[in-house]
């Protein structure tokens, strides 16, 4: 019996198993059409829903109709307005635009403010709990977190969104750090932005020591994220190409070039129609010519132990 146990357990150490996970569910109705013809063709198996986005009801909606789509929380803390009132969270918003009702508008004005002790970690526990919920109470069961601009790689702002987590029994984040040999795999990045994505990955010892800490399940890591904008397929094949054994997770950000996704404040507007088409070429035919990848969603990342 150990001996057949064990067997299972080197099987399922041996596989290559990927999340699919796009990123932005209910900016844009083009967005939300993407995502759920991918699922349903495919070639995705996971979102990650934004509880204060504008076209949030129609992707609840979206989601009931395609019960296979895994559903997650892309919890807002930078870019955008708290679901939570002013007077409930003040530290989150924009000290320079104190009427405005927004929260800091990049990562490195929330980081240096954090650091500064500017920000209160029960604020951020507080809204990121109001997200989650949001979702929850619109009867989708939410699989895991993770955040925008991927503030929660930052131990100050893990702490409180992992403690928010657990509140809302969510057991489920995303490692967003990017291994060695994605960023190999990856050649079109620019000097600025593989700098970015390397000082990111100086903070990696204290998310696993936090991860484990909380007792949080995530993958092996993200791939995708250094190629955020730029992810085609012949990206996408080289990524995969080179992908070990384990657990990964793939961050895209696929849609459809609409009015709405324009007056959206993101800077991935034709890059979205890009990767749609990337991810509908290239993971059907990847997964009907590699009989060692499977495609998961996060209610399954548990199940390599």
């Known amino acids: 019996m150990h001996a057949i146990a064990n067997r299972t357990l080197d099987t399922l150490a041996k ?18 059409r993407a995502i759920v013809e991918l699922q349903q063709a495919g070639a995705l198996s996971s979102t990650t829903l934004m509880a204060t986005a504008p076209y949030f009801s129609p992707a609840v909606y979206l989601a009931f109709a395609q019960p296979a789509l895994s559903v997650g929380c892309h919890v807002m803390l930078v870019d955008g307005s708290p679901l939570l009132r002013a007077d409930e969270v003040p ?16 990562v490195g004005s929330f980081l240096r403010d954090l650091m500064r002790g500017r920000i209160r970690e029960q604020e951020i526990e507080a809204e990121a709990i109001a997200q989650i919920r949001r979702i929850q109470s619109s009867g989708v069961t939410v699989s895991h977190i993770d955040s925008h601009k991927h503030i929660h790689a930052f131990p100050r702002a893990l ?86 054994d384990g657990t990964w997770e793939l961050v895209c950000h696929p849609g459809y070039h609409d009015r709405a996704l324009e007056q959206a404040h993101t800077r991935l507007v034709a890059s979205r129609d890009t990767e749609r088409s990337s991810l509908l070429e290239v993971i059907p035919e990847a997964l009907r010519k590699d009989a060692g990848l499977s495609l998961i969603d996060f209610h399954q990342v548990g199940q390599r132990a």
């Open 15 to 32: 596989m290559k198993r990927l999340i699919i996970n796009a990123d932005d569910f209910g900016l844009a109705p083009g967005v939300n």
């Open 91 to 106: 530290s989150l918003l924009d000290p320079r635009r104190p009427a405005s009702f927004s929260l800091r508008p990049s």
């Open 159 to 244: 702490a409180p969104l992992l403690r928010a987590a657990q509140h809302c029994g969510v057991d489920c984040v995303r490692n967003p750090f990017e291994p060695s040999w994605s960023l190999r795999a990856t050649r079109v990045a620019g000097v600025w932005r593989r700098a970015q994505v390397h000082a990111m990955r100086s903070q990696q010892r204290a998310f696993s020591r936090l991860t484990e800490k909380h007792g949080m399940l995530t993958a092996d890591g993200s791939i995708g994220v250094l190629a955020t904008g730029s992810l085609d397929a012949d990206v996408l094949r080289s990524l995969l190409h080179a992908m070990p």
